[in-house]
């Protein structure tokens, strides 16, 4: 079962009919080009000897593919490549994904294994798991360590302490409890206060409030009108307080083994592709922008990537970290990556990542 997505498939690309020569001549050009690199003609697909028919015959085939968006001839008389349309119908119909092999489940577990042995810190597992995926697909890689939302407040409470200070206390769903000392005018009455309380759990929090609780609510409102700067700075207070502390920590690896792509022969757009090392806040936008999505996998191809750097995809996993925190591990590489070992990677080093955060056997750095 496909337990992803690409960021465009739409309800009209899952209606369009190829037929069933159509979608084998689509699927052996981009099996054929992600492998070589090379323009795959007629008489390459007429070999395999899988289609009982002429090279004239598949030719046409390609020639309607390529009127349909699907496939492009580079070069007059050339043979045909995908098109951002034919890899898309591609990774969501035709591609058969790769199992982990034996010896690479091995590897991945060793993640785990030396997690335990060596005493390693989550930053640096998160390190290794980036830089394996990188070495095993041999195309960059970008992480967003966990980030956690934040918990829903379930209570607030007020407390006077002397007579311009009060104590702020909420508890989250979680049951983490924070206080802090808050000013407050110091001719605010007990009862001022205690309707204050009401209202900000009416307003913030997940509460049930009978009938008559609500209508009390109402009437108070107006009374305490006078205190709506008092009350602002409260809200302000507890909002601040819910939000995840530090900053959002990306990690980049394996961006040399674009060298090794023919598509950055080209040393224009090798200098676009090193540029994103400094462009961070895009590569974090990227990886922020699906954190809420339901999907496992998100396969971004080409235009979808949101990457300025034409002809790139961008596929993420999500993976799960303490307290509901979320993280994503990238591979950015071009339209011609191995999409099958790509998303069978991520796959597995997410689950890896997530039973290792989850699990609580990680000491966390002082």
């Excluded at 235009?303 to 990238?330: F, H």
Aim: aromatic content about 6%; proline content about 3%.
């Amino acid at each position: 079962m496909k337990n992803f997505t690409t960021a465009a498939e739409t309800e009209q690309e899952r209606l369009i009919d190829l037929n069933e020569r159509q979608k084998y001549v689509l699927k052996e050009v981009c099996d054929s080009f992600i492998s070589t690199s090379i323009p795959v003609g007629s008489r390459t697909i007429s070999r395999s000897g899988k289609l009982a028919c002429s090279p004239a015959t598949i030719r046409n085939e390609m020639a309607d593919l390529e009127l349909m968006g699907y496939l492009f001839s580079p070069h007059t008389s050339a043979g045909r490549v995908p098109t951002e349309k034919g890899y898309r119908f591609y990774v969501n119909f035709l591609l058969e994904y790769e199992r982990i092999s034996q010896l690479e489940e091995a590897l991945i577990g060793k993640i785990a294994q030396n997690s335990d042995i060596d005493h390693l810190h989550t930053q640096d597992v998160l390190k290794t798991a980036i830089k394996y995926a990188c070495q095993k697909t041999n195309l960059a890689g970008v992480l967003l360590a966990p980030r956690q939302s934040p918990a829903l407040l379930q209570s607030v409470r007020l407390f006077r302490v002397l007579e311009n200070k009060a104590m702020l206390v909420t508890v989250d769903e979680n049951g983490q409890i924070s206080d802090q000392i808050v000013n407050i005018p110091s001719e605010t009455s007990d009862d001022i206060l205690e309707k204050l309380v009401i209202l900000l759990n009416a307003q913030l929090c997940h509460y049930r409030y009978h009938q008559y609780e609500r209508n009390f609510i109402e009437q108070t409102r107006q009374l305490i009108s006078r205190y709506n700067n008092l009350l602002s700075s409260l809200v302000s207070t507890i909002r601040r307080s819910a939000q995840p502390s530090g900053e959002d920590c990306i990690m980049l690896d394996g961006f040399l083994n674009f060298f090794d792509q023919p598509e950055f022969n080209d040393a224009g757009k090798m200098k676009e592709m090193l540029r994103l090392l400094d462009q961070k806040e895009d590569l974090l936008k990227i990886l922020a922008k699906s954190l809420d999505s339901d999907e496992e996998i998100m396969v971004n191809i080409g235009s979808d990537s949101g990457l300025e750097i034409k002809d790139m995809s961008v596929v993420t996993a999500k993976y799960l970290g303490p307290n509901r925190s979320i993280g994503k591990i990238g591979l950015i590489g071009p339209l011609r990556m191995d999409y099958s070992k790509v998303v069978a990677t991520l796959i597995r080093l997410s689950n890896t990542l997530s039973q290792l955060l989850i699990g609580g056997r990680l000491p966390e750095k002082k």
